[in-house]
């Protein structure tokens, strides 16, 4: 099942009223909505790298949706993370190894690979 939402540009104005969900921020709000079919479900979701939103991967974690994404820096590191602890932490592993950084967010535990 897929779900499909079409979002405005910002040349022009708005002509739908806000959407409540909208609270949380546009893309945590973006990814709720098309997800809302498979909360409680304890399914997986992979993100690409633009839904790398901390916030929003934990508010689908309590919503019962798992969700990974991918770290990219574009213009700035996502909110929450912390570049300089990642690059200290994973300065002396060999390429191939896997290790990751615990958080905290909200109450919700999170890794950082």
């Not at 897929?2 to 959407?19: F, N, R, V």
């Not at 709720?32 to 790398?52: E, M, Y």
Request: net charge neutral; charged share 25%; aromatic share 8%.
């Amino acid at each position: 099942m897929y779900h499909l939402e079409m979002i405005e540009g910002q040349d022009e104005q708005p002509t739908q009223a806000a959407d409540p969900m909208n609270e949380h921020g546009k893309t945590c709000s973006i990814l709720l909505q098309l997800c809302k079919s498979i909360f409680h479900t304890g399914k997986v979701v992979i993100l690409g790298s633009s839904f790398c939103v901390l916030k929003g991967l934990i508010k689908l974690q309590k919503k019962g949706v798992f969700a990974l994404a991918s770290i990219q820096k574009h213009t700035y590191w996502p909110k929450y993370t912390n570049r300089d602890e990642m690059d200290k932490h994973m300065k002396h592993k060999d390429i191939g190894d896997c290790d990751s950084l615990h958080g905290k967010l909200d109450n919700v535990l999170y890794d950082l690979f």
